[in-house]
């Protein structure tokens, strides 16, 4: 049995390829406000001593680093970056070593530079003990601050209000009752007339009220006329005992003997 002939395979178009990829797009520049970044290259740290002869190069490794300034040109160029006698031939964005206190803190100060004279700071990089951060700009700096006083400031007057709300209840309250102290303390003379008049009445709409009960049996009061009399007699006189009542006076309590 005859075997089908094998077709030839077509060969790849080459036309519908993508074309070859170009050199990689340039890094864009770092933004304005990176103050919450910190960067830090240990390795390097261990390998390279941290001076101001190798610290930009330390500095180019982090992010904060523009790759488009003109201290990148001149390293391309096999020239030292900080090199002010080239830099001040160039225009553009740079980078400038300005405090220096080795090997603990380096300060980069980032400008605008438009002549040799003519330089405009933008922003400010530090190196503090390999760690590198961006200081914050001056406005933050004030705004931040202000903020912090408005708060308290705030806080404590509304604490203040509290307490004079406090104190102003507490005297109101002592006000109010030294009012109805003395509003209770006045006498008003036509209510007392009119208590008098309704007892008036209703003692003419009572009864006449009861004799009082009658003297024991063998009790005889003494008249005052008498008292008067006693008092009166000569001294040399002996005065009369009053006469003993056998139901009130009856000597002293008798003990019970068991």
């Known amino acids: 049995m005859a075997t089908p002939p094998v077709l030839p395979q077509p060969l790849p178009s080459f036309e519908s390829n993508p074309p070859p990829m170009g050199p990689p797009p340039p890094q864009q520049p770092p933004g304005t406000d990176m103050t919450g970044m910190c960067f830090r290259d240990q390795l390097w740290l261990n390998t390279y001593p941290l001076d101001r002869n190798l610290v930009f190069d330390y500095f180019a490794l982090s992010p904060f680093y523009d790759w488009t300034c003109n201290n990148e040109q001149l390293r391309s160029q096999s020239i030292h970056p900080l090199d002010l006698s080239h830099l001040s031939k160039m225009t553009g964005t740079e980078y400038m070593l300005s405090e220096v206190m080795e090997p603990h803190l380096f300060v980069f100060r980032k400008q605008k530079r438009d002549s040799a004279e003519k330089v405009t700071p933008m922003l400010t990089y530090y190196v503090l003990d390999g760690s ?78 009861p004799p009082p009960p009658p003297f024991p049996e063998g009790y005889v009061p003494q008249p005052t006329a008498e008292k008067e009399k006693g008092s009166e007699t000569p001294q040399g006189e002996e005065t009369q005992p009053p006469p003993v009542d056998p139901i009130i006076d009856q000597g002293p309590a008798k003990r019970m003997k068991f």
Not at 141 to 164: C, D, E, Q
Not at 166 to 194: C, H, N, Q, W
């Open 132 to 209: 590198i951060y961006q200081a914050p700009q001056l406005c933050s700096v004030f705004a931040a601050r202000v903020g912090r006083a408005l708060y308290y400031i705030s806080k404590a007057f509304g604490t203040a209000a509290s307490k004079l709300e406090k104190i102003g209840y507490v005297d109101s309250e002592r006000e109010g009752a030294a009012e109805s102290k003395t509003g209770k303390e006045v006498i008003d003379f036509k209510e007392v007339k009119r208590i008098d008049h309704i007892l008036a009445a209703l003692q003419r709409k009572l009864p006449p009220a």
